[in-house]
Structures are given as structure tokens and as C-alpha cells.
């Protein structure tokens, strides 16, 4: 789970539910999962522990971070025209997606803007002056040095990499020629006013913005500090048997991951299989974050919120050989319940075709190392058929689909009383996994869930009888559940809370 940034996200994550569910590795038909998620602990999501983002320098100035800019003299915002591929213009009244520019951090002070068809801004190649939007790719003529007023840091100025600030010259010219100190007066066309419009704090920006030095410091304190081998022994202890561990893509290159990226993360997973193993839990290998990201948001490892997953062949055959990796070393593992091929693929960006395609080939590729395992297919969030992957999973053995259901992110749930979000649970939530739960079909796992809803004013009572409601509903999931999250700064999204207080008992 995850904040979800971006409203059409939001809109669209309504019903939708995913997860897995399977069954084998010598447990007994009538097991039934019953999990936590390890959110944030392997796969960062600043608001799980938002302290992790504390010590980052010009930490407002993350990658992904959308940044809208006006012009003083003008009183116009900058644009990408026709949306990038272009030239740029100061000539809007107001912002929206034209508007805004995606940071690509290079380090505290210096950046690339990606606009919205992707271009970066730059200058032009036969002027060396004039700022437009039509390289795909970066370097140094698409890198900018931005300068706040050390007393209002959303008045800045932005030095081009020929030496010179930009200007505005005209609604239609913006150029890199102004030369020298500015008052910061409102007459003055090398400022500007910013506004900051989404903020990804994922694995992405922990890393890029503490940089090469200090990020792999502050991971592994983090990775040691935030699960350790006591909270395998308290979810073993607190009626729970099984542990999804969320993991991201870069884990199968450790120790030496693409930078951003840090290594080590890899030994703290062997960790939780021992400690799994100890305590005689089961464990759920989770592919939360694919290469490309499949879905955008923060907690696929997205630099900027692009969707660029599945797009190619290559790419589905990159991650194939991610699966391949942990499968490979968690095969042999009496605590690897199921591998999780990708988590929460967001339509339509990711269409039906690529996730089957890869589907197929992560199922075989898991078969490869173990014929029990179970292979957890999440469905499809945003606009997609709750039963597309049955077609494909008619085929398969041991898969489960899974689900994720949360009674929020969505306007639908907005001004709900509580009686409203129970009813829900137990008629629609009801009728949605009844959809999914068939004789011969696939298993279903709720693999999201949380006793957190937006009712002002709840009682403890009413998220003691929110949660109890949710088990009772998805304890019918053939294959089980899992709450969303074990740790988390957010009392309801932590289970260890909700345990330790009095709110959940299992
Ligand atoms: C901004 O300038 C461009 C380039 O001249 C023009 O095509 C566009 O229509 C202008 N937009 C507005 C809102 O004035
Ligand atoms: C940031 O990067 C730019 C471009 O590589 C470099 O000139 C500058 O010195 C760097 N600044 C810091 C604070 O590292
Ligand atoms: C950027 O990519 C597009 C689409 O692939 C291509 O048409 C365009 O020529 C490229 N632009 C540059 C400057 O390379
Ligand atoms: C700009 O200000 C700096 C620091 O006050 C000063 O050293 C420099 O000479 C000034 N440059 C110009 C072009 O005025
Ligand atoms: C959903 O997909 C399944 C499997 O392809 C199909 O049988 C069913 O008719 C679809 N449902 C809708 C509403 O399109
Ligand atoms: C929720 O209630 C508030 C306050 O009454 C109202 O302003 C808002 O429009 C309502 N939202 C929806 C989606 O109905
Ligand atoms: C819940 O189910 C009822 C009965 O099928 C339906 O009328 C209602 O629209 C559903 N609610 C939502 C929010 O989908």
C-alpha cells in the first residue's frame, strides 16, 4: 500500500483489490494465511517513517517532485508548449500539466526538469541560449542550477549550464543570457516564483537525495534498526503465520545495485528467511517495485511517476530475471510460501497483454526452482475486470490472485459514516471477493487491507469493530490475507499497534 500521489490514481484505485494467494510448500490444505506486510521496511515510503527523509539536504527538492514556474515580471507560468517537443513559453494564467516539471535531482543544488510528454528542458542546440523542451535524453545543456532567496525559498532564480540565469523576454522567449546579481524585485525577469505539486518519497528519493555517501550509511542503519528479529518473534507470538515482504527490483543486482540504488538489502532478506525460519513463519516475496515502474507511484521506486513498465519485451525480460534470482535463492527455503510477481500493475498503463505475457513466463520461471510455491498474480488497479486473469491462471497450479481493499483513496468513500463503511465490507466487499473465490480457480488473497477509514470523530470501538469486520469478510479469501503494515508513524496503519493497544486481536 501507499499514499497514492496524483489524483486520477486515486480516482481509479476505488475497487480494486489484489493479491495472491497459494497454496503447498507442505502445509496443510486448511492452512490459511494469515500476514503482515513489511511495508517500508526493504521498499522506502516516506510517510511509513517520514524521520528517514530528515537529514536529506534541500529535502523539499526531491526527484519526482512536479515544480510550477512563474514569471514576476509577467505574473505568467512557464510551459512546455503543446506539452514538450518544443520551444518553451511564459504565457499561462494558470498551471496544470504543461506547467508542471518533474525534478530530476542531480544532487542538492543542481537539477534536470522532465516535462509532461517527457522531454527535458535545455537549451537550444543551435543557440545555446534559448530554453526549449526537446531532448529525450540528459546532459549538460539540460542541467540547471536553481538558487532560492535565502528568505522566501519559493522565490528562485536558475542558472543555465552556459553560466547564465534565465530570463523571460517575452510571453514566447525565455533565454539564458541574463548576466549577473538580482535584487529579487518583482521587475526583475530572472525571477521567479515556484509552487511544488506532488512529492514521491520512495526508495528513488531516499537514496538520490542523500547521495552516493551518506544513502548507504542511512539504508543500513534503517534496514538493521526498523524489523528486527524480535518482530518475527512478535507476529509469530500474535496469531499471524506468515510475513509479505515487499522487495524492489534492484535487490537482484546487490551488492552493487544501479546508484541511486544502495546494496545490502539483499543479506537483510537472507536475515528474514532465518529469522522466518526460527519462528516458523512463512514468507511472501513480493515484487513491489518492477523496473520502469508499474505503476507510478512511490512505492514502485518511480524516479518522477512515469508508468514505463512492460512498455518492451527487454523490460519484461529484465524482470523475469528478478524473479528468476529470488526464486532461485529462496527455492530451497522450508519458510518460502509464495513469490508475488509484481504488485498493484496500474491499468491502462500496464495493458492485460504485457502482464500475461509476463505473468506466464514468472510463473515458469518460479516453477524452475520449486513445483509448490505458490505464484501470487496481483490483478490489475484502475479501470480493469476482477477475473481477467482467470483465463490465464485455468493453466497454472498453486496461483493465487490478490487483491488489495482499502475503504480509501478514492472519492467514493469521502463523508461515509461509519455504519456506511461496515455495510460496505460486508455487502460489497463481500460480493467482490465472492467474484474472484471459485471452486476450480485460482486461490484469492486480500494482500492490502487496513482498519483505517476517514470518519471524524471514530472511537476506539468503531476501529476495533472496522477491523473485526474485515477479518470476518476476508477470512473467506481461499488463500488469505494481509494487513497493512507492521510498523508504521501512523498508529491504524501499524499492526503492531493496533495489536499492543487493544484495537486487533487475532
Ligand atoms: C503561448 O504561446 C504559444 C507560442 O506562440 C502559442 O502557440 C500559444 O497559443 C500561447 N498560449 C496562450 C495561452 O497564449
Ligand atoms: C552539483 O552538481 C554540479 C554539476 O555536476 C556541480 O557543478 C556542483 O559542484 C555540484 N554541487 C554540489 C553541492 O555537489
Ligand atoms: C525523442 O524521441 C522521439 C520519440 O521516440 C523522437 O521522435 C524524437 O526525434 C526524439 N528527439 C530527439 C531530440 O532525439
Ligand atoms: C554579485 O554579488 C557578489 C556578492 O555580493 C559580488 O561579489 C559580485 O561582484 C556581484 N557581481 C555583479 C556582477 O554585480
Ligand atoms: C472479465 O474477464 C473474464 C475472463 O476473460 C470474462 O470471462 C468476463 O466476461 C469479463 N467480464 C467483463 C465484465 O468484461
Ligand atoms: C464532504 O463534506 C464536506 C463538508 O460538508 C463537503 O465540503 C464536501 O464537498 C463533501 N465531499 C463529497 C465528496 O461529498
Ligand atoms: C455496494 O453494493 C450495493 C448493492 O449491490 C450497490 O447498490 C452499491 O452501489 C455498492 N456501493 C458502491 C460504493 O459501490
Not at 498551471?95 to 528542458?121: G, M, P
Not at 508475488?340 to 498503463?349: F, R
Not at 477491523?467 to 488463500?479: D, N, R, T
Request: aromatic fraction near 12%.
Amino acid at each position: 500500500m501507499a499514499k497514492y500521489s496524483g489524483q486520477i490514481v486515486s480516482f481509479f484505485i476505488l475497487l480494486s483489490c489484489f493479491l495472491s494467494v497459494s497454496h503447498g510448500r507442505n502445509i496443510s490444505p486448511n492452512f490459511q494465511v494469515r500476514a503482515v506486510n513489511l511495508g517500508g521496511w526493504l521498499v522506502t515510503e516516506g510517510w511509513i517513517k517520514p524521520s528517514l527523509f530528515d537529514g536529506i539536504p534541500n529535502k523539499d527538492f526531491l526527484d519526482g517532485t512536479g515544480i510550477q514556474i512563474k514569471s514576476v515580471t509577467l505574473g505568467k507560468y512557464l510551459a512546455a508548449e503543446t506539452g514538450g517537443g518544443t520551444i518553451m513559453v511564459a504565457n499561462r494564467t494558470i498551471a496544470s500539466d504543461w506547467e508542471t516539471f518533474k525534478l530530476w535531482r542531480i544532487n542538492e543544488t543542481t537539477y534536470n526538469f522532465r516535462v509532461f510528454n517527457k522531454q527535458f528542458v535545455g537549451l537550444d542546440k543551435t543557440s545555446g541560449m534559448n530554453i526549449v523542451a526537446v531532448e529525450n535524453t540528459t546532459g549538460l545543456s539540460e542541467t540547471f542550477e536553481i538558487i532560492r532567496k535565502s528568505d522566501d525559498l519559493n522565490r528562485v532564480r536558475i542558472r543555465a549550464s552556459n553560466g547564465f540565469f534565465l530570463q523571460v523576454k517575452s510571453e514566447e522567449l525565455i533565454t539564458a543570457d541574463f548576466q549577473g546579481n538580482s535584487t529579487w524585485g518583482d521587475d526583475d525577469p530572472s525571477v521567479f516564483l515556484i509552487t511544488l505539486v506532488g512529492r514521491y518519497e520512495g526508495e528513488f528519493q531516499v537514496t538520490n537525495g542523500y547521495g552516493p555517501v551518506k544513502a548507504p550509511e542511512v539504508m543500513k542503519e534503517h534496514w538493521n534498526t526498523f524489523i528486527v528479529e524480535d518482530d518475527f518473534k512478535f507476529v509469530s507470538s500474535n496469531g499471524l503465520n506468515t510475513v509479505r515482504i515487499p522487495v524492489g527490483w534492484w535487490i537482484a543486482s546487490d551488492p552493487t545495485p544501479p546508484e541511486p540504488f544502495v546494496g545490502g538489502s539483499l543479506l537483510i532478506l537472507d536475515k528474514a528467511f532465518s529469522w522466518a525460519e526460527k519462528y516458523g513463519l512463512k514468507v511472501i516475496v513480493d515484487l513491489h517495485c518492477a523496473p520502469g515502474s508499474q505503476n507510478g507511484m512511490e512505492h514502485s521506486g518511480t524516479r518522477d511517476g512515469f508508468l514505463e513498465w512492460g512498455l518492451t519485451d527487454a523490460n519484461i525480460q529484465e524482470t523475469v530475471a528478478i524473479i528468476d534470482f529470488l526464486s532461485a535463492r529462496y527455492a530451497k527455503s522450508p519458510s518460502l510460501l509464495a513469490v508475488e510477481l509484481i504488485n498493484e500493475p496500474l491499468a491502462p498503463g500496464v495493458s492485460l497483454d504485457s502482464l500475461t505475457k509476463y505473468y506466464k513466463a514468472g510463473y515458469d520461471t518460479v516453477r524452475k526452482y520449486s513445483s509448490t510455491a505458490y505464484v501470487v498474480l496481483s490483478n490489475r488497479l484502475g479501470p480493469s475486470n476482477q477475473t481477467e486473469l482467470f483465463p490465464l491462471a485455468s493453466g497454472l497450479t498453486n496461483v493465487v490472485i490478490d487483491v488489495h481493499y482499502y475503504n480509501l483513496f478514492s472519492r467514493i468513500f469521502s463523508n461515509w459514516t461509519i455504519q456506511r463503511h461496515m455495510n460496505y465490507i460486508q455487502n460489497n466487499r463481500t460480493d467482490q471477493l465472492t467474484l474472484i473465490t471459485t471452486t476450480n480457480g485460482p486461490l484469492t488473497f486480500v494482500g492490502e487491507w487496513v482498519a483505517e477509514f476517514e470518519v471524524n470523530g471514530a472511537t476506539k470501538e468503531d476501529y476495533q469493530k472496522f477491523a473485526e469486520i474485515q477479518l470476518e469478510v476476508y477470512g473467506k479469501a481461499s488463500f488469505g490475507w494481509a494487513y497493512w503494515a507492521l510498523k508504521n508513524a501512523q498508529n491504524h496503519w501499524s499492526l503492531e499497534w493496533m495489536i499492543n493497544n487493544g484495537y486487533i486481536k487475532l
